[in-house]
């Protein structure tokens, strides 16, 4: 995140940021891990959401509620606090798939 920190005004950086803004702002499913709920808190689509992040991005946290749990789903928010962690949401995002008819490939 610091090298994003220092490249954000990049094109392909405010594109990112646009797209993910744009699918929070649609309600599409939001997966991320580590300081993926960062990038999702800084387009201003955590408010009134619950996030899992890593302990040292914590305090980065301003528009949702960031948590010591493992990790958070929360509406279409489902995030968690590092590569260690996400296999607690893997239940959650196959019985989605399992009832929207998604396959993986």
Sequence with gaps: VPVFQQNA???YNVDLMQVIKTFGDKGKMMIGHCAGA????????????????????KPAIQNGTATDEKSEIDG?????????????????ILMVVAISGMTIS
């Design 9 to 11: 005004d990049k094109p």
């Design 38 to 57: 960062m990038m999702f808190d800084f387009t201003g689509i955590t408010k009134g959401k619950k996030v899992a992040v890593h302990p040292l991005a």
């Design 76 to 92: 279409n928010f489902l995030t968690a606090q590092d590569e260690n962690t996400i296999w607690t949401m893997l239940p959650h």
